[in-house]
């Protein structure tokens, strides 16, 4: 809390769209997963966002991003199947940049292989992270949900 977003290049659908995620300079939620498709992810925490547009968008947030360490194709698809089209950019953090600038990686090579990000949801105002929740064991659900973090913005 109180740290600028770090500038680094994210990818949306492609490897060709880059999106610098220190241009999120306006009411933005930017929260974390370990990995898209994976069954907490899926299940609950995107689509918790998507399910949540309008009632963020009331609170004044502009932007929701979701990010992991996924390749751009899958962030695609996974947005696509969850319809978050038009309320939630998901990007994809190729090479773990992002999640290492924050702190926050996650060695889950023994279940998915690499380093992934640990679960979190943050709120970046001015570029400026204002309130963080970091899962205390880095993949629950106990604190970064869309109606965890409803109560704290």
Do not use: Q
């Amino acid at each position: 809390v109180g740290d600028k977003l770090p500038s680094v290049d994210l990818y949306e659908g492609t490897p060709n769209d880059k999106v610098n995620i220190s241009s999120f300079t306006e009411k933005t939620i930017i929260f974390g997963v370990p990995g898209a498709f994976t069954p907490g992810c899926s299940k609950t925490h995107a689509p918790g966002f998507i399910a949540n547009f309008d009632t963020l968008k009331a609170k004044g947030v502009k932007h929701i991003v979701c990010v992991s360490v996924n390749d751009p194709f899958v962030m695609a698809a996974w947005c696509e199947n969850l319809k978050g089209e038009g309320k939630v950019r998901f990007l994809a953090d190729i090479h773990t940049e992002f999640t290492k600038a924050i702190g926050l990686e996650l060695d889950a090579t023994p279940f998915l292989g690499n380093v992934r990000s640990k679960r979190y949801c943050m709120l970046v105002e001015d570029g400026t992270v204002k309130v963080l929740s970091v899962e205390p064991d880095g993949t629950g659900l106990s604190c970064s949900k869309a109606d965890d973090f409803l109560k704290l913005i």
